[in-house]
């Protein structure tokens, strides 16, 4: 489940760093090139709520492995692309079969590991995995390029998911749900929603949010969100039950969840770009040092939150989570084109707190999403959860690359490196203060409710 679960998250940024390589050999124009993550993050967001709603209803184990299988296809055929149109169908289809598995890998996991201690524990490293899925993607894709071709960060996901293949044999076998039915109107406007927010938020990044065609589409996508969901109260077979979202602290834990990602894909794209453009690293050694980032949310999701989950309640992990993320964004804010020692003094202290507090958040939050759910109910919730990761990650990256670059344009100064750093700095100031709040919503909706008598 693991296994899967980094695939999905490892395609969402490994390929970034071979973009270039691919566009040079594919004769890719600059306008186009970005259909290779876009085409990607619509697929993967627009269609997952279907996908945790066929997991219920198909069975979550089956649904695991036909993703993984689909998965691993579509990334062979995008690896043996000849063209660019070849690549962004490939990659698009990546995106429909990751819809299916990710709520899957989640609905299985809280099926299998049912025991306080176990359960903490298995969301622990499930959750290690997303956790630094990101970073490790950075790694692995300038490793790649740089030393097997850009071909590579496609390929290498069929091992992996052959791996995950032989694993899902010992999971245990599930029963489809019979009498499901499938709520049409509603898979229709959640994909088509979903889809126009996510295209949304990725072509503001390029265009701008005052676009025309950027506010069509967010506007278009809140509009047809808001469809979707007077459709699913009124749907006696509804695609996401307003009771998944409703319930205080279930919905605690999709909103942390949904600000950590936008502050920290952020975090991720400034620091590829800093220690590169500015610092001088080569793609390799941009990605070790994230690597101190994935390693610390290692210890923060197995040995913190793996080890308390269950034992203490889910807001004693998830507000501190929050709080340290929000300290290690709240040291680069002091970074200058003339900071010396950076990497002892800046990097490794916000790459360490971000870490921790990236691991100490994902596993309450993601046994939050699923907790107490039964039936087709754990596929939708599931879904939500990583509905919730899309939109915040999608939000982030381009929320913080505009506030980045006005601020690097309004810079008075002729020094461009200064200006550079100047924009990182107060798009990361940005991300200090959102993650702060979101600490002070999740206080008080993942507090545990007091027993009837108590």
Same mark, same amino acid.
């Given at each position: ?52 709603r066929i997991s219920g209803a198909l069975g979550h184990r089956r ?83 740089? $030393? ?6 496609? $390929? ?53 949010? %005052? ?40 919905? %605690? ?14 975090? $991720? ?14 793609p390799v050694q941009a990605g070790m040092t994230l690597i101190i ?88 919730a599931a879904a939500a959860y990583n509905a919730s990761q899309q ?24 020094? %461009? ?38």
């Open positions: 489940m693991s296994a899967a679960q980094l695939l999905v998250v490892l395609d969402g940024t490994i390929v970034n760093i071979a973009l270039p390589s691919a566009q040079d050999a594919l004769g890719m124009s600059d306008a186009s090139r970005h259909w290779v993550i876009t085409a990607y993050a619509v697929a993967f967001g627009g269609l997952l709520l279907i996908g945790g649904t695991f492995t036909v993703g993984l299988v689909g998965f691993a296809a579509a990334s062979a055929v995008g690896g043996a692309a000849v063209n660019p149109e070849m690549l962004f169908a490939a990659r698009a289809l990546q995106g429909v079969f990751a819809a299916a598995l990710a709520p899957a890998a989640l609905s299985l996991l809280t099926t299998t590991f049912t025991e306080t201690r176990e359960r903490g524990r298995a969301f622990g490293v499930f959750a290690a995995v997303g956790a630094a899925g990101s970073a490790v993607g950075l790694v692995l894709g300038g490793l790649l390029t740089e $030393y097997a071709g850009w071909r590579w960060c496609l $390929y290498i996901n069929v091992p992996i998911a052959a791996l995950a293949v032989l694993g899902a044999t010992v999971a245990p076998r599930d029963r489809p749900l019979k009498g499901g039915g499938f709520d049409v109107a509603g898979a229709l406007l959640s994909a088509a929603g979903f889809g126009a927010v996510v295209y949304g938020f990725n072509e503001a990044q390029p265009l701008g949010w %005052g676009s025309a065609k950027v506010v069509a589409l967010l506007v278009g996508g809140v509009v047809l969100l808001a469809a979707f969901v007077a459709v699913e109260v009124r749907s006696s077979r509804p695609l996401l039950p307003m009771h998944v979202l409703l319930d205080r602290a279930r919905a %605690g834990a999709f909103i942390s969840i949904t600000l950590m990602f936008v502050a920290m894909f952020g975090f $991720y794209l400034f620091m590829s770009y800093y220690t590169q453009t500015v610092l001088g690293y080569s980032n994935a390693l610390a949310a290692l210890i923060g999701s197995t040995l913190i939150a793996g080890r308390l989950l269950g034992r203490v309640a889910p807001g004693a992990l998830i507000v501190p989570g929050l709080a340290v993320a929000a300290a290690g964004m709240f040291i680069l804010t002091f970074l200058t084109a003339q900071s010396s020692d950076v990497l002892p003094l800046y990097l490794a202290p916000a790459m360490v707190l971000t870490g921790l507090g990236l691991g100490c958040v994902i596993p309450p939050t993601a046994s939050l999403a699923t907790a107490g759910m039964q039936g087709y109910d754990i596929g939708a939109l915040g990650a999608a939000l982030g990256t381009a929320l913080l690359n505009t506030i980045a670059a006005s601020a690097a344009a309004s810079y008075l100064g002729s020094d %461009g490196d200064a200006a550079t750093v100047h924009g990182y700095a107060t798009a990361l100031a940005v991300a200090f203060g959102i993650l702060l709040a979101a600490a002070c919503i999740a206080v008080p909706l993942t507090r545990p409710r007091r027993r009837a008598g108590a």
